[in-house]
């Protein structure tokens, strides 16, 4: 059984995204470079620019964009750091006019890093116009070198979507160990509160060695204590056999401007596209103790790629994270997400290993029109592929997969 490193420094800020992704100065310059590549089409967009700050303070605004604009700003910080603003907006295409909502994600007290490590920041958000949804997302990773001028990369990418975008789960028994139960739980998001309540819950019974099994959520529901309507914002799975291993997923940001619990198939569509997201679920040293973890999706699919650990890999848990699991938190009691603040627990887990036991996985689709009624065949051909993804991977000891 492997033990995990802490193979980056990363800087968590709390319910926001964090991304993997270095690159190193390619010229000795002042201010930002747009890098080769992106998209910007009439429905989504991905930029990606160098930010050079080594130099004057104040960098001349950086504006750029034909469907969509991004505007990149820096100013002087404290003690010598820069202060980095990013904007998006809609403005062309699917949905326009009227132009979007304005996304605005700030960066303040830049500075590079000791040598040998990577500070990763970021900021996710949707915003609701009319029945569309437009999501935007920045990040910034700030590479460690010899000398200046510091650099570092900033990503941006954004999506206009109508509301409800179907979303599939799937869990894969890769322990050896029998499941004997397994619960899906949808949570879903109250238009205009943004209270939180759960849905129907799905049942399965033992859930075999090597077995998977999976199925679609509904998008929205009618909250029964009161008739709301909420959309699909997160999900718990719950394992049962030698102790039960709880697991609620969520991609935290912004809704709207409050922090809370961004709409679950269409963030998986920001983040992976059509590519399904793989997370760990874990059990404890003795394989018999209750654990429940949260896992914030806008930090762990950044570094997804780079951190998916192998089948048994043990991790040593303080305060209830550790640093080669961006997203997680670990705890002895159930773990709920609060509106405005996060996610909260009264028991983290301190001081103990905890080991992968079994992979969850999720993929967002979004059928055209004219192939609404195919959907329910596409999403079992879906289903049967992450399957033999998942178990031709499960023996390696880093699974590999498509980013």
């Not at 590549?37 to 964009?65: I, K």
């Not at 029964?224 to 997923?249: C, H, I, W």
């Not at 195919?374 to 590999?400: N, Q, Y």
Request: proline share 6%; net charge neutral; with cysteine.
């Amino acid at each position: 059984m492997k033990t995990s490193r802490n193979r980056w420094k990363v800087l968590h800020a709390a319910a926001f995204v964090m991304v993997i992704s270095a690159v190193p100065p390619t010229a000795r310059a002042v201010g930002f470079v747009l890098n080769p590549g992106g998209t910007d089409n009439a429905a989504n967009f991905t930029r990606s620019h160098q930010y050079f700050f080594g130099g004057a303070m104040g960098v001349t605004p950086l504006v750029n964009g034909t469907n969509w604009r991004t505007t990149l700003t820096d100013a002087a910080g404290a003690g010598g750091a820069r202060n980095l603003t990013v904007g998006i907006q809609h403005i062309a295409g699917t949905g326009v006019p009227p132009a979007g909502p304005v996304f605005n994600f700030s960066f303040p007290g830049l500075k590079q890093p000791v040598i040998g490590a990577v500070d990763v920041l970021g900021r996710a958000e949707q915003l609701n116009h009319g029945a569309a949804v437009d999501f935007g997302r920045a990040t910034v990773s700030i590479r460690a070198g010899a000398e200046p001028p510091s650099a570092a990369t900033v990503i941006t990418s954004g999506q206009h979507l109508a509301a409800g975008t179907p979303f599939a789960w799937s869990l894969t028994n890769t322990g050896a160990v029998p499941l004997t139960a397994v619960a899906i739980t949808p949570s879903y998001r109250e238009a205009g509160t943004g209270n939180l309540f759960d849905g129907a819950v799905i049942t399965r019974a033992n859930l075999a060695a090597g077995r998977m099994d999976g199925g679609a959520l509904p998008a929205a529901a009618v909250n029964p204590a009161n008739g709301a309507l909420g959309r699909l914002s997160d999900y718990k799975v719950q394992a049962f056999g030698s102790g039960q291993s709880e697991t609620m997923l969520a991609f935290a940001g912004k809704v709207d401007g409050a922090i809370n619990e961004l709409d679950l198939g269409a963030a998986t569509m920001l983040f992976k596209g059509s590519d399904e997201f793989l997370v760990p679920m874990f059990s404890r040293t003795d394989n018999a103790s209750n654990l429940f973890v949260a896992v914030d999706l806008t930090q762990w699919l950044g570094a997804e790629g780079s951190l998916l650990p192998s089948m048994g890999e043990s991790f040593n848990i303080t305060g209830g994270t550790n640093p080669s699991l961006p997203g997680f938190l670990f705890s002895t009691s159930p773990i709920t997400f609060v509106p405005g603040t996060g996610f909260v627990t009264a028991n983290p887990l301190g001081g103990e290993n905890v080991h992968v036991r079994a992979m969850i996985d999720g993929v967002s689709v979004v059928p055209e029109p004219s192939t609404v009624p195919m959907f329910g065949a596409g999403l079992l051909v879906v289903m049967g592929l992450l399957r033999r993804v998942l178990l031709s991977s499960r023996d390696t000891s880093i699974i590999t997969r498509a980013c």
